[in-house]
């Protein structure tokens, strides 16, 4: 059996214009400069206004993708204080298998529209902030195992994204349950594990702390992902401090602690055991389109430098 090499992914959403015409050929500049096989795509309530236009935009490009959850989950949270996959009110767990539920007919649907197996995995998150309960986030996973169709089995699988955990004294941003509570509760639910490199650094106001998680995950042989969304400790033109910003590298924005060493050392650290690996950064609001994929592709050429992603790096970006 072949086996794939890492996919790189790009989380085009955090750094797409506002204009469509200047976002169909951002997402152009990703597929054919060769920095992106795959998208991670938000999913709030639905997959926007144009599912038909977002196939039409990864149809031969971007089959590797993954629908991220966590748009419409903080939404939800922040609504209600109960939603979520971990919540101890029925209520709220309900209503997190349901969007669950959404999400995953919402990629089939994208991947019948395209023709090809557009996305492969989508990511869930032990919600609700601060009250998370590990046996509830085991439960909706034994219910998301009971309730696999009957004529088979979905096309997606599930992954568990690390979000900060929660922390007395620590502000957070998502405040889910800690990675030594999900490791158990992923390892016995038979899926894996991703890392956001900002968010881990974020739960501890560490940027040792992604690199700890990384190495981690790759020793228990939990790791899928890694996506780097850099952070830091003072505001900066991107949000405030520790901040779930998606800051870019620290040559583009001094205040992010996510620089090329240390995503080389968090490389290092996956050992390669991992089935995806990329940038979701944001950029200046008047970046030209060209300016927006250069700063993407910065990240991008450090994953392809190392081998930890599979879509080659056009040389000069």
Known sequence: MDIQPPAALVGAYAALPSLRADQEHFYEGLADGGIADGLEIPFRDGLGEDARWLAAQMRGRFTRSVITLIPGTMAR??????????????????????????????????????????????????????????????????????????????????????????????????????????????????????????????????????????????????????????????????????????LPLTEDEPASLMDADEVRRCLRAAEGAFSYAGAKIQVPGDATVDERLAMVGRVMRLLSESGAASAPHPPGL
Not at 93 to 106: D, N
């Open 77 to 246: 949270v922040g609504a209600s204080g109960t939603f979520g996959l971990a919540s101890g009110d029925e209520g709220g767990r309900q209503a997190a298998l349901a969007f669950l539920r959404e999400a995953r007919v919402a990629a089939e649907e994208l991947n019948q529209l395209t023709g090809e197996q557009s996305v492969s995995v989508l990511h869930v998150h032990t919600a609700p902030s601060v009250t998370a309960v590990a046996e509830m986030f085991a439960r909706s996973l034994d219910e998301i195992a009971a309730s696999e169709p009957a004529t088979g089995a979905w096309s997606t699988r599930l992954v568990l994204e690390h979000c900060d955990a929660y922390a007395p004294g620590v502000p957070g941003e998502k405040r889910f349950l800690s990675l030594e509570d999900e490791i158990p509760l992923a390892r016995e639910g038979g899926i894996s594990v991703a890392v956001n490199w900002g968010r881990s650094a974020i739960e501890a106001q560490d940027a040792g702390r992604p690199l700890a998680h990384i190495t981690r995950l790759a020793s228990e042989g939990l790791l899928a992902g890694v996506m780097f969304s850099g952070a830091g400790p003072t505001a900066n033109g991107y949000g405030g401090p520790w901040a779930d910003a998606h």
